[in-house]
């Protein structure tokens, strides 16, 4: 019986891990696309500025 328990143990740990793990990966998906986002969001704004300094206008806040 005691046998049992240890194994019972042992397979609650290793799930609780592989849990741990699966969720890390989750958020780090979720900072890869918002990364991503930001990134591209970045260019299209330099790309704007830079077309605007390009044909002289000026920038307005």
Known sequence: MHQSE??????????EREWKSLVRIKETQ???????????????LSAMLLA???TGFEIQE
């Open 52 to 54: 605007g300094l390009a």
């Open 30 to 44: 979720e900072l890869i696309e918002t990364n991503r986002r930001l990134t591209e969001r970045s260019r299209e």
């Open 6 to 15: 240890d194994t019972k143990k042992l397979a609650k740990e290793v799930y």
